[in-house]
Each structure stands twice: as structure tokens, then as C-alpha cells.
């Protein structure tokens, strides 16, 4: 049964703006060091970065709830293969628990300069 569904379209512009503008500090708040590494095996990482980013979002408007209530790094967007899969650490584990979501479907989309993702927990 479908218990959320989110969404979210990100500018891949501002996520290169705030990564040259910010550093390591912007990409370390928002990304794990494994999310980090996937994107930056690509030759341009930012249309993976902005993709991970929706995915992101997308996943906390599935749960019903937003930043800051749960860090971005609570959610990890996973590639070991097949589809984008999902990983949930901390608060969002906990909300996930609480409201007894146990699966977490993930799309991802990006084009030119725009990068969109589609979130459904059961």
C-alpha cells in the first residue's frame, strides 16, 4: 500500500553554484562520502549531484516531513545496480519506523540543466 508520495526538481546550476561557492563544506552537509564518490567517477558530477539532491527531497515529502526536521544525510541515494535504491539512517529511519514504511521506491531524471526525482514509500 502506498503510504507518501514526493517529488522534486532541482536547478543543476545551483547545486554547481553552492559546490564552487562552498566546497567540500556544501557537498559534505548534503551528500554521504559514498554518494560523493559515485557522482565524482562521472565526468561532469553535478547532474548526479542535483539528481541525488531531488532524490533527497522527493524521499522527505514521501515520509511528510522536510529539512530540518530530518539532514539530507539521513538519506542516502544508493547505485550498485538497477534502480536508484534507497538507504535510511537516523531521524528518518525512526519516522520511517514510526509510520511503518517499509520500502522506499526512487526514481531519478536529468536533462540539460535539470534533474527531477519521484519518491513512494510503502
Known amino acids: 500500500m502506498i503510504k507518501g508520495i514526493g517529488t522534486d526538481l532541482v536547478d543543476v546550476s545551483r547545486i554547481r553554484k553552492a559546490s564552487k561557492k562552498w566546497k567540500d563544506r556544501f557537498l559534505e552537509k548534503i551528500f554521504t562520502e559514498d554518494e560523493l564518490s559515485y557522482c565524482n567517477l562521472k565526468n561532469n558530477p553535478y547532474p548526479h549531484l542535483a539528481g541525488r539532491f531531488a532524490a533527497k527531497e522527493a524521499v522527505m515529502k514521501a515520509l511528510g516531513v522536510g529539512f530540518p526536521a530530518i539532514s539530507f544525510k539521513d538519506i542516502e541515494i544508493t547505485n550498485h545496480s538497477g ?18 514504511i517499509l520500502k522506499i521506491l526512487v526514481s531519478i531524471s536529468h536533462i540539460d540543466d535539470k534533474a527531477s526525482s519521484f519518491a513512494i514509500t510503502e
Open 83 to 100: 534502480p536508484p535504491g534507497v538507504i535510511l539512517k537516523g531521524r528518518a529511519r525512526r519516522i520511517a519506523k514510526k509510520k511503518d
